[in-house]
C-alpha cells in the first residue's frame, strides 16, 4: 500500500492517516487573550498621547514615541488576533501511530511537528462545539521563569470522534496489534 499523496517519506512503513481536519477559524477570545490585548491598547494610548504632548514642543520630539506606539499596538494585535491568524494556518493529521500539526505562517514558512500516541500518551477532551483535545505539552520560557503550554487538536469540530480514534490507536498498541 502507498503512502497518501504528499506523505511520502514522512508516514512509517504501515502508518495510515485516520484523520484530517483543521481548527476552527472563528474569532475566539479567552480572558487572557483579552488582559493582554487591553494592555496593549493602553500602552499604545499612553505613547499616543504622549506624542500629542510633545508635538506641542520644539524639534521632533514626538517621534520617540512612535516606536512605544507600535509595540502597543502589537501587542494588542497579538492578544486579540494572534490565535486566531494561527489558527487559520494550521492543518492536523492523525495517523495509527502518531498526530501531526502543520502550520504556514508568512516568516517563519512551512513547520511539521509530530507527536507519538502511545499507550502512554495523556489524553484530555476540552469538550465544546468546537472542542479541542490535548496530547502534549511543552514549557515556554518567561521572564518570571516558564509556564506550560498545552498542545494538541485545538478547536475541532467531532472531537469526541476523535477521542475515540485516539483511545482506539492506545488500546491497539496495549493489546500489541499495533
Given amino acids: 500500500?502507498?503512502?497518501?499523496?504528499?506523505?511520502?517519506?514522512?508516514?512509517?512503513?504501515?502508518?495510515?492517516?485516520?484523520?484530517?481536519?483543521?481548527?476552527?477559524?472563528?474569532?475566539?477570545?479567552?480572558?487572557a487573550?483579552?488582559?493582554e490585548g487591553v494592555f496593549g491598547l493602553f500602552f499604545a494610548g499612553f505613547a499616543l498621547?504622549?506624542?500629542?504632548?510633545?508635538?506641542?514642543?520644539?524639534?521632533?520630539m514626538w517621534m520617540f514615541g512612535l516606536i512605544h506606539f507600535?509595540?502597543?499596538?502589537?501587542?494588542a494585535f497579538h492578544g486579540f488576533y494572534w490565535p486566531t491568524f494561527l489558527r487559520r494556518r494550521t492543518w492536523y493529521t492523525l495517523t495509527t501511530d502518531r498526530a501531526f500539526i502543520a502550520t504556514d505562517l508568512p516568516i517563519k514558512g512551512k513547520s511539521l511537528k509530530s507527536y507519538p500516541?502511545?499507550?502512554?500518551?495523556?489524553?484530555?477532551?476540552e469538550d465544546g462545539?468546537?472542542?479541542?483535545?490535548?496530547?502534549?505539552?511543552?514549557?515556554?520560557?518567561t521572564k518570571n521563569g516558564?509556564?506550560?503550554?498545552?498542545?494538541?487538536?485545538?478547536?475541532?469540530?467531532?472531537?469526541?470522534?476523535?477521542?475515540?480514534?485516539m483511545t482506539g490507536i492506545q488500546r491497539g498498541q496495549d493489546a500489541g496489534t499495533q
Avoid: C
Wanted: glycine share 12%; hydrophobic share 45%; proline share 4%.
Fill in 117 to 125: 500516541v502511545t499507550s502512554d500518551t495523556a489524553l484530555s477532551l
Fill in 49 to 60: 498621547v504622549w506624542m500629542m504632548l510633545a508635538a506641542n514642543g520644539p524639534g521632533p
Fill in 70 to 75: 507600535s509595540v502597543g499596538v502589537g501587542v
Fill in 146 to 165: 516558564s509556564h506550560r503550554v498545552n498542545i494538541g487538536f485545538e478547536r475541532i469540530n467531532a472531537a469526541r470522534e476523535v477521542l475515540k480514534l
Fill in 1 to 31: 500500500m502507498s503512502a497518501a499523496t504528499g506523505w511520502e517519506g514522512i508516514l512509517h512503513e504501515g502508518e495510515t492517516i485516520l484523520w484530517q481536519g483543521r481548527p476552527d477559524g472563528a474569532f475566539h477570545l479567552t480572558g
Fill in 33 to 35: 487573550r483579552i488582559a
Fill in 129 to 141: 462545539d468546537p472542542g479541542s483535545i490535548w496530547f502534549a505539552h511543552e514549557f515556554k520560557r
